[in-house]
């Protein structure tokens, strides 16, 4: 009878054990709390069905949706020092590092990749949230400027998807160093004539917004983005007021004149196509939007090509895809002087 004594643990392994799931099986809804399967919301590119509410995406995701097919090349990005101020807080800087890139499986924050777009060569650059909260860091920053470099080596428009709770306080003044640096290499992207196109994802804060992130020819925001420099909390702390429904969120920052555009994510890699071939003066822009930029001769440059701001407009609004501003509420202005 040994074979029964054999088989016993066998059988109440079977009966006592717990399969174990995936922790991202299924993902809940911030704004709702509806349960939604993962694959079913990485199919959907990460929009909740139900609220319609913009997940945040990690950037080898949003450079594959971008590129043709999928397939890009990564743009090499010069090593810089990994702790250069040896900092410690309640763990060490390098032990985060490490943490933050067997997790994300990347070298930053910021992923570069180069690759075509509706057939036409484009630079992009991701900042990615889950590395240390996207913080422009030594390796961000020299990450952005060599993909803004190699926009100009290639003349193709450049696109930054931003994502970031601000400048890496590990690094101290060498981080707030790397804005001045970014705004030197968009100004490289201007003389060059080159568009410059940034997506405001959610969040987008601190010193990335005081820098690059709203230094494009045109700024696109995804629906119910977080845009700011200081959060509503601390600025509702400092002026002890209290703040406007959907402060600091795309959509009022498009109806005060922040933003150019809210683009709902199903739409926004045409969008991005659109524009960049109108900015280029690809000749397969319409008739109808080279007709509008011929009217505009006289209103403005944008980085050196004759177009003006209604160009953009039209031609985006055309395709239906694009929120209209919508005027301020009543509540939404505060008085100056008491602010």
Known sequence: ???????????????????????????????????????????????????????????QKRLQHLFDDGEYQKVPVREVPQDPLKFRD???????????????????????????????????????????????????????????????????????????????????????????????????????????????????????TASYAMLGDIHIAEPGALICFAGPRVIQQTIREQLPEGFQKAEYLLAHGMVDMVVHRHHLRDTLARLCRLLTGNPAVTHAARAVAARAVERGYLNGSIVAGDTIETLARSYGDVMEPGPAEDGDSRDSARS
Not at 2 to 21: A, Y
Not at 168 to 174: A, K, P, S, V
């Open 90 to 208: 309640g763990k060490r800087y390098v032990d985060r590092l490490k943490a933050a890139k067997n997790e994300t499986q990347l070298d930053d924050a910021v992923l570069v990749g180069e690759g075509r777009l509706d057939g036409q060569e484009v630079v992009a650059a991701v900042q990615d949230f889950r590395f240390m909260a996207g913080s422009l860091g030594m390796a961000a920053g020299e990450a952005v400027i060599a993909g803004m470099l190699r926009a100009v080596e290639k003349a193709a428009p450049f696109i930054l998807f931003a994502a970031s709770g601000g400048a890496r306080m590990q690094e101290g003044i060498l981080s707030l160093m790397q804005m001045p640096r970014t705004t030197i290499a968009v100004q490289m992207l201007r003389e060059a004539r080159l568009p410059y196109i940034v997506v405001l994802t959610d969040p987008t804060t601190g010193g990335v």
């Open 1 to 59: 009878m040994s074979w029964i004594n054999n088989i016993r643990p066998k059988i109440r392994g079977l009966l006592t054990t717990k399969r174990e799931l995936p922790d991202n099986l299924w993902v809940k809804c911030p704004d709702t709390g509806q349960m939604v399967f993962y694959k079913d919301l990485e199919a959907n590119q990460f929009v909740i069905p139900g609220s319609n509410h913009h997940m945040r995406m990690d950037a």
